[in-house]
Nanobody, 117 residues
């Protein structure tokens, strides 16, 4: 059974920081590409940051220089360090898994990040 569980969301002031975690189970994690997506009300779900099984990263232009994605294969966990947060970062953040060994795409239930003073 594949499961992705996000944690670390919450309320933070503009300029503050949060670290999101996504714990994965039921997959061969070291050959799975991982990513973080976000969805604000009235908008589509967009990619924020991604990391391949080999460690290559990719970021949306809106978060470059502020967010960092990383993974710990020993813990089957991917992280998103978010610094210098802005109100426009407010969204539900979702963890995504794209295994290299099948054609499936898996999602967590999301964690809410609210940036407000």
């Amino acid at each position: 059974q594949v499961q992705l569980v996000e944690s670390g969301g919450g309320l933070v002031q503009p300029g503050g920081s949060l670290r999101l975690s996504c714990a994965a189970s039921g997959m061969i994690f070291n050959i799975v590409n991982m990513g973080w997506y976000r969805q604000a009300p009235g908008k589509q779900r967009d990619m924020v940051a991604a990391i391949t099984s080999g460690g290559t990263t990719n970021y949306a232009d809106s978060v470059k220089g502020r967010f960092t994605i990383s993974r710990d294969n020993a813990k089957n966990t991917v992280y998103l360090q978010m610094n210098s947060l802005k109100p426009e970062d407010t969204a539900v953040y979702y963890c995504n898994a794209d295994p290299e060994y099948n054609g499936m795409d898996y999602w967590g239930k999301g964690t809410l990040v609210t940036v407000s003073s």
